[in-house]
């Protein structure tokens, strides 16, 4: 679900305080402008980035978002990966469930972070940290 | 996508040119078809912005961007749709699995009444919802024994209706009808307090009748007490039994009790859905029930519960609050 080929180099940024979450969008944000996403498109990569960017924060206190742009056969994207050494995830299948994230019905969460992307990829283990990966095609 | 975008902006055209009611209307025609083909919130109000761009092209940049403002906030609106669509999905599978549980149950549970020479019995026993928390049980030996457990499940829905399979398949193992009260609850308390957690009770009344010897023994785990006519002394008899509910502590005595029958006796054992029928003002449920046993006193034990039924949701106007179980006994 996941793959494709690096074009360009990452950009790096480091989840510490709130204000980073802001630092993730914006790269975010004109990262999807540059490959040619539209606005709505935009839209979504940043709030799928800001939620993941959040999480770190609010979860793993600190870790980074590295985002990229990726190419296929006549296809281009971006693709947002988050890393954190957090306590990691106990029960993805439950996180993945709607209507179970603290914010409860209000659609976010990570089940609304997979529904905003194209692809989405866990790999947690409890006590290590957490990466997620989310990738979205134009 | 394009098509959608060229639609809206002439539907949105024509009523910028008149703002009339007709318009308004093909409009909300159009987001029906933009909700049906998922199209999201945030989704909308892009269409719009093109729109108002292609209709007004010396729009000042002010305004493009508050929607661009619109669309960034509508990203969480759009999430909350389709999660709950999601959710309706959801509920509609669990509708379903519902609906093949009920059946399930209420094929585990069928219960046939035994055909005896020497007694007759009768039963009614109507869930109020989909899954019945009652459940009657009877037993017979080849014309020496028939007996009855008159079951209900404390609680409701689905862990109720598994609780119930767990007391038919407890009075299943016990095989014979021959076997006394106070054994088959004490027996069915130790298995229902072990594997049912602590929020669930059951109660149940048991009676076995030797059919040569015309004696009925009776006990209870905390059921609504069964109700006795002895027809020589034309009087009625509350069969009272304290015994506790099942499930609630391990290894609970329970005490038996013996009645013989005569003719024209009868033996009425209800649930507390029978009884329940309190907005009736000063009536005292038992006594109103005891008052119709006798009414349909010359009519078959079926006969008997289904006109018990029938008066009684008349009485309550068709809102009984509990599932509804008669059993009786007549000699
Ligand atoms: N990076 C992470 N590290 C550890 N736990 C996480 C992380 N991300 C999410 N979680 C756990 O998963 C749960 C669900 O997350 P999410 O779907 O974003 O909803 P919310 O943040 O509103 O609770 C969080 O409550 C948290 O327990
Ligand atoms: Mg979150």
């Given at each position: ?42 839209a979504?990569?940043t709030?799928?980035?800001?939620e ?13 978002i ?24 106990d ?8 209507g ?34 989310i990738?979205?095609?134009? | 996508?394009?098509?959608l ?14 703002q ?20 999201t ?12 761009e ?12 508050s ?25 509609e ?25 020497e ?21 017979n ?6 007996s ?6 404390v609680?409701?829905?689905?862990p ?8 038919k ?6 095989e ?56 020589r002394?034309?009087?009625?008899y509350?069969?009272?039994?304290r ?9 609970v ?12 006796d ?13 907005k ?37 106007d ?11 006994f007549k000699?």
């Open positions: 679900m996941v793959g494709g080929i690096i074009l360009n180099s990452k950009s790096t940024v480091e989840i510490i305080t709130e204000w980073d979450i802001v630092v993730a969008r914006q790269l975010g944000r004109n990262e999807a402008k540059i490959i040619g996403f539209g606005t709505v498109e935009q979504r990569i709030t799928a980035i800001s993941l960017a959040r999480n770190i924060y609010l979860y793993a206190s600190a870790g980074e590295v985002i990229e742009r990726i190419e296929e056969v006549e296809k281009y994207g971006i693709r947002i990966t988050a890393i954190d050494k957090g306590p990691g995830i029960n993805v299948r439950k996180v993945m469930e709607d179970y994230s603290t914010s409860g019905g209000l659609g976010a969460g990570l089940p609304g972070v997979k529904r905003l992307m194209d692809g989405m990829e866990i790999q947690t283990t409890v006590g290590k940290g957490t990466i997620i990966k990738e979205k095609w134009i | 996508m394009k098509e975008q060229i639609q809206y902006k002439k539907i949105l055209a024509d009523y910028l040119k008149n009339t009611e007709r318009n308004l209307y093909i409009g909300q025609n159009f987001i029906r078809q933009l909700i049906q083909k998922k199209v919130p945030e989704e909308v109000i892009s269409i719009h912005k093109h729109a108002v292609q209709i007004y092209p010396d729009i000042t940049s002010e305004i493009l961007n929607f661009d403002f619109l669309i960034e906030i509508m990203v969480h609106f759009g999430l909350t749709v389709q999660e709950h669509q999601s959710l309706l999905v959801q509920q599978e669990l509708r379903i699995e519902m609906n093949v549980a009920t059946k399930i149950q209420s094929m585990l549970l069928k219960t046939a009444i035994p055909k005896v020479n007694l007759d019995i009768g039963m009614v026993s109507i869930p109020i919802r989909k899954m019945n928390g009652d459940y009657v049980h009877f037993l030996d080849e014309q020496h024994y028939v009855v457990a008159v079951t209900d499940v609680g409701k829905g689905v109720a209706a598994l609780c119930m399979s767990m007391v398949y407890g009075l299943d193992t016990l014979y009808a021959n076997n006394n009260p106070s054994y088959v609850l004490e027996v069915l308390n130790r298995i229902i307090e072990k594997s049912v957690d602590d929020s669930m009770f059951v109660s149940m009344f048991y009676g076995t009748y030797d059919i040569k010897g015309n004696i009925f023994t009776y006990g209870s785990a905390g059921h609504e007490p069964a109700i006795y006519y002895n027809s002394d034309q009087k009625f509350d069969l009272e039994s015994g506790l509910l099942l499930g609630v502590m391990s290894e005595k329970y005490r038996q009790y013996k009645i013989h029958l005569e003719e024209n009868f033996i009425l054992m209800i649930t507390d859905g029978v009884t329940d029928f309190r009736q003002g000063d009536l005292d449920p038992r006594n109103v029930i005891k008052e119709l046993a006798l009414n349909y006193i010359n009519l078959s034990a079926q006969e008997m519960c289904e006109r018990m039924y029938a008066y009684l949701k008349d009485l309550t068709f809102n009984l609050e509990d599932d509804f179980t008669v059993v009786i000699k």
